[in-house]
């Protein structure tokens, strides 16, 4: 059974650092893009960075030149390193995994990290 294990979320002050890591479990298919989305308390969920097969990302442009997406093919693993953060990064942090299963694509879903950015 496919799970997608995130970590990393916590309470910081703004100017601070976290680093958001998700790891995938119980799958044998191929993985497609990766990325992380995030949920605000009344907004709707929304893309923060995406990285694909050959590495290319793209961001958000409020993340821009603040955030980092990686991956790790090894270990089928995707980390957000983020960086000067500030209050309204505040939100439920979601892993998203693309997956090449029967000749289509199938997304998944982290259980969510919360991050609070407040003094």
């Known amino acids: 059974q496919v799970q997608l294990v995130e970590s990393g979320g916590g309470l910081v002050q703004p100017g601070g650092s976290l680093r958001l890591s998700c790891v995938v479990t119980?799958?044998?298919?191929?993985?497609?893009?990766m990325g992380w989305f995030r949920q605000a308390p009344g907004k709707e969920r929304e893309v923060v960075a995406q990285?694909?097969?050959?590495?290319?990302?793209s961001y958000a442009d409020s993340v821009k030149g603040r955030f980092t997406i990686s991956r790790d093919n090894y270990r089928d693993a995707v980390h957000l390193q983020m960086d000067s953060l500030r209050p309204e990064d505040t939100a439920v942090y979601y892993c998203?995994?693309?997956?090449?299963?029967?000749?289509?694509?199938?997304?998944?879903w982290g259980q969510g990290t919360q991050v609070t950015v407040a003094s």
């Open positions: 998203n995994v693309a997956f090449w299963i029967r000749g289509g694509l199938k997304d998944y």
């Open positions: 119980g799958s044998t298919f191929s993985i497609n893009d």
């Open positions: 990285i694909v097969t050959g590495g290319d990302t």
